[in-house]
């Protein structure tokens, strides 16, 4: 119950349809420590019959020594060079409910009494839950066609359960052709940051 998921990086490099058979694989990359905490980092691999490597994914997290510290201000009026490509809200069973469909069970997510006592001090949604509603939302703004081959997540600080209003913006195309994205609420703190990369299919 006392490690904190970081981020990720994900790279799909085939469709998963549905029904479909998968072989998950796991090892631990890496692991480094200093006086505030253990971090880790894990690569897991989703084969499929047709795909050997149909989603490759990095996992970063950590195992604090010590109270994390708050994150800095927030800088107003970032926004404005940004868009907005979609909004979503989270109710107070949503924890539970992402529980129930991948399996992750820590009750800082969906029991009260654990979650009032956690590094938290309330309950909070999954962050790979806020990915995935991000990621739905950024997909949306994708033309037909498109589809998102990468992403990366960096999970700033986790959203209470429950929250109302959250806010996904994206920046233009990048040179390269990625483009960055934010999580925040409508008081501009910011959740969830990141950069990701659309390919025709």
């Given at each position: 119950a006392g490690i904190v998921n970081m981020g990720c990086d994900i790279r799909v490099n085939g469709t998963i349809h549905?029904?479909?058979?998968?072989l998950l694989s796991g090892e631990l990359v890496d692991v480094s420590e200093n006086d505030q905490r253990t971090t880790l980092t894990a690569r897991v691999i989703t084969r499929t019959r047709r795909h050997d490597r149909a989603v490759d994914a990095l996992f970063h997290s950590m195992l604090p020594k010590q109270p994390a510290a708050e994150p800095g201000p927030e800088r107003a009026g970032q926004e404005s060079r940004w868009e907005t490509a979609g909004a979503w809200a989270v109710d107070e069973h949503d924890g539970l409910r992402f529980a129930l469909l991948t399996g992750d069970f820590n009750p800082v997510h969906?029991?009260?009494?654990?979650a009032r006592h956690s590094l938290f001090g309330q309950k909070v949604l999954h962050g790979f839950a806020s990915l995935s509603l991000c990621w739905a939302a950024l997909q949306q703004r994708e033309p037909d066609g498109s589809?998102?081959?990468?992403?990366?997540?960096?999970?700033v600080r986790p959203v209470p359960l429950p929250s109302s209003a959250m806010y996904v913006f994206r920046s233009g195309l990048r040179p390269s052709g990625a483009r960055r994205y934010l999580l925040k609420?409508?008081?501009h703190q910011t959740f969830l940051m990141g950069d990701y990369?659309?390919?025709k299919i």
């Open positions: 549905t029904g479909e058979r998968m969906w029991a009260d009494a654990v589809s998102i081959q990468r992403i990366s997540a960096r999970f609420n409508g008081s990369s659309a390919t």
